[in-house]
Every structure is written in structure tokens, then in C-alpha cells.
């Protein structure tokens, strides 16, 4: 009995010198301010993200759009200043996954199915409905988790070269937009003012269940969406490119909730003709192959 008490010391001591060796004499004790930079944008597009939500349970529907416009703005620009930075980093690109299924997963599901179910009290929608849009926005949401988690497993795979100048699926950010786009229409347009009859088609469960189950498929899909940053301009097309560029800004500024929407319906209308362009260098690189 006299010997147990001097076990239990020794194995302590050598887990405590395991601990303290297990991370390496030279891993560094401090990093540097600007390193924290990038996870400080994807916190903060998290919580844009869980204010969002928090405004949809209060029927707040244009604010929650203000703060998931936050939340996309903040997306785009925290992996730009990691590299500008060169702070990248293994945690900071799992914060920005996770950063990403609250704010174009669960928000947009969760703003739908406030929106269509009539608000936090589901005013004037059966109860079987607001079950039935539940449903569907739990979908829209797992589709997203799922088009995330394998994202991140293709990382390490080289995609072929026909592939690179698209993504897999809808991205995240695309599909969010796409699934608010009717309810931005609806409100740019004052639909509701103007035409009743056509706000209720588009503002119905129905239709905002389809929408949600439609691009939620798209997002999980393996169908080619094409990637901006893949896009390459010729130097005689600069200006032309430029003029266009200044001109969506300016209407940015002039009405942004209809540019939004429109762009978010042109985005669908360009899904087909995506698809025709990754047709023909998919055949062009399979007989090059071949030859």
C-alpha cells in the first residue's frame, strides 16, 4: 500500500513533462496582432449572421437583409486579408466554415421560414404548412452543410483543368441570394402595392418552398457554377469592363435592394448557360485527350 501513492506521483509527473514536450521546444509563445485580423472579420460575419436570425424571429425581414449583407461582405473579405496578411491559417479556415453554414445556411433557411410561415406567430398559416416549411428549410440548411463539408475535402485534390474555372454546385453565398431573391423583388418592387394578386403567388409557402428545396439541390448538386475569380479579361476589354463595373456600383447606390434582386435573378438565368460552356471544354479536353 506504501508503494501506490508513489505510482500515482511518478505517472503524474511524466504525463505532466509529456504535456509540456508534446507541442515542441520551438512552437512559438506569442503571435503576431495581425494574425487575429482575419479571424476577427469571420467572428464578426458569424455574429451578422446570428443577428440575422435574431431579426426574422422578430419580423424584422429588412433589417435581417442589412445584417446578412454584413455577413457577406465580411465572407469575402477575411480570406483576401489572410493572404494579404499571410496570417492563414488551419483554424481560421475551419472558423470560416463554420462562419459560413450560420450565415448562408441556417440564417437564409431561417429567414424563409419565418417569412413564409407569416412571421414569428404564423399569422394566418396552418399549422401542417408551417411544418411543411419547416421541413424544407431544414433541408435548404443540411444541403449547404453538406456542400461545405465537401468543399473542404476537395481541397486537397487537383480538379481537372476543364474544371478550375467552376465550382461544384452553387456556392454557399450564391445559393443564399438566390433563395431571398423573390422576397427582395417583392419589396424593391413595392409587388404588394402595386400587384397584389403577383405578391401573393411569389410571397405564398409554396413557392417559397420550392425555391428553398430547388436551390438547396443546387447547392449539394455537382453541377459546374461558374468562379469570378477564375474569369479572365483581355486588356482591349478593360474599359468596357470597368464602364460596367462603375455602372452596378452606381446603381448600387441608386436603389440596392433591386440591383440585388436582379442580380440574384440573373444569376439563376446564367446556371444554363454555365452548364453549356463546362459541356464543350469538358468535350474539348476529352478529345484532346484522345488525340
Same mark, same amino acid.
Given at each position: 500500500?506504501? !508503494?501506490?501513492?508513489? &505510482?500515482?506521483?511518478?505517472?503524474?509527473?511524466?504525463?505532466? %513533462?509529456?504535456?509540456?514536450?508534446? =507541442?515542441?521546444?520551438?512552437?512559438?509563445?506569442?503571435?503576431?496582432?495581425? +494574425?487575429?485580423?482575419?479571424?476577427?472579420? *469571420?467572428?464578426?460575419?458569424?455574429?451578422?449572421?446570428?443577428?440575422?436570425?435574431?431579426?426574422?424571429?422578430?419580423?424584422?425581414?429588412?433589417?435581417?437583409?442589412?445584417?446578412?449583407?454584413?455577413?457577406?461582405?465580411?465572407?469575402?473579405?477575411? $480570406? %483576401?486579408?489572410? &493572404?494579404?496578411?499571410?496570417?492563414?491559417?488551419?483554424?481560421?479556415?475551419?472558423?470560416?466554415?463554420?462562419?459560413?453554414?450560420?450565415?448562408? =445556411?441556417?440564417?437564409?433557411?431561417?429567414?424563409?421560414?419565418?417569412?413564409?410561415?407569416?412571421?414569428?406567430?404564423?399569422?394566418?398559416?396552418?399549422?401542417?404548412?408551417? &411544418? +411543411?416549411?419547416?421541413?424544407?428549410?431544414?433541408?435548404?440548411?443540411?444541403?449547404?452543410?453538406? &456542400?461545405? +463539408?465537401?468543399?473542404? @475535402?476537395?481541397?486537397? @485534390?487537383?480538379?481537372?483543368?476543364?474544371?478550375?474555372?467552376?465550382?461544384?454546385?452553387?456556392?454557399?453565398? =450564391? $445559393?443564399?441570394?438566390?433563395?431571398? *431573391?423573390?422576397?427582395?423583388?417583392?419589396?424593391?418592387?413595392?409587388?404588394?402595392?402595386?400587384?397584389?394578386?403577383?405578391?401573393?403567388?411569389?410571397?405564398?409557402?409554396?413557392?417559397?418552398?420550392?425555391?428553398?428545396?430547388?436551390?438547396?439541390?443546387?447547392?449539394?448538386? %455537382?453541377?459546374? @457554377?461558374?468562379?469570378?475569380?477564375?474569369?479572365?479579361?483581355?486588356?482591349?476589354?478593360?474599359?468596357? !469592363?470597368?464602364?460596367?463595373?462603375?455602372?452596378?456600383? $452606381?446603381?448600387?447606390?441608386?436603389?440596392?435592394?433591386? @440591383?440585388?434582386?436582379?442580380? =440574384?435573378?440573373?444569376?439563376?438565368?446564367?446556371?444554363?448557360?454555365?452548364?453549356?460552356?463546362?459541356?464543350?471544354?469538358?468535350?474539348?479536353?476529352?478529345?484532346?485527350? %484522345?488525340?
Amino acid at each position: 500500500m506504501a !508503494v501506490w501513492p508513489e &505510482r500515482l506521483d511518478s505517472m503524474g509527473k511524466f504525463r505532466f %513533462r509529456r504535456r509540456r514536450t508534446h =507541442g515542441g521546444e520551438n512552437s512559438p509563445k506569442s503571435i503576431p496582432l495581425k +494574425a487575429l485580423v482575419p479571424n476577427l472579420v *469571420t467572428s464578426i460575419a458569424a455574429c451578422a449572421g446570428i443577428t440575422s436570425i435574431s431579426l426574422c424571429s422578430e419580423g424584422r425581414f429588412k433589417e435581417a437583409l442589412v445584417a446578412l449583407l454584413i455577413a457577406c461582405v465580411c465572407d469575402g473579405m477575411d $480570406g %483576401r486579408l489572410a &493572404r494579404l496578411l499571410n496570417a492563414s491559417s488551419k483554424l481560421g479556415a475551419e472558423l470560416d466554415s463554420l462562419a459560413d453554414f450560420v450565415n448562408f =445556411g441556417v440564417a437564409p433557411a431561417m429567414f424563409m421560414y419565418y417569412w413564409l410561415a407569416g412571421g414569428p406567430v404564423h399569422t394566418g398559416c396552418p399549422q401542417i404548412m408551417v &411544418r +411543411a416549411v419547416l421541413a424544407c428549410s431544414l433541408f435548404y440548411a443540411m444541403c449547404d452543410c453538406f &456542400r461545405l +463539408a465537401r468543399f473542404n @475535402t476537395m481541397l486537397e @485534390t487537383e480538379p481537372l483543368p476543364y474544371w478550375k474555372p467552376y465550382f461544384t454546385g452553387v456556392p454557399a453565398p =450564391g $445559393g443564399c441570394w438566390m433563395v431571398l *431573391t423573390p422576397f427582395i423583388l417583392l419589396e424593391a418592387l413595392k409587388v404588394q402595392e402595386r400587384w397584389p394578386k403577383v405578391y401573393e403567388f411569389f410571397s405564398s409557402p409554396f413557392f417559397g418552398m420550392a425555391m428553398l428545396l430547388f436551390v438547396g439541390a443546387l447547392m449539394a448538386s %455537382r453541377i459546374p @457554377t461558374i468562379s469570378l475569380k477564375a474569369i479572365q479579361v483581355k486588356k482591349s476589354s478593360q474599359p468596357k !469592363v470597368i464602364a460596367i463595373g462603375l455602372f452596378l456600383i $452606381g446603381c448600387l447606390f441608386f436603389n440596392l435592394w433591386l @440591383t440585388l434582386g436582379i442580380i =440574384g435573378a440573373l444569376y439563376i438565368v446564367t446556371l444554363p448557360v454555365t452548364w453549356i460552356s463546362f459541356c464543350k471544354a469538358r468535350s474539348a479536353y476529352e478529345s484532346s485527350a %484522345r488525340n
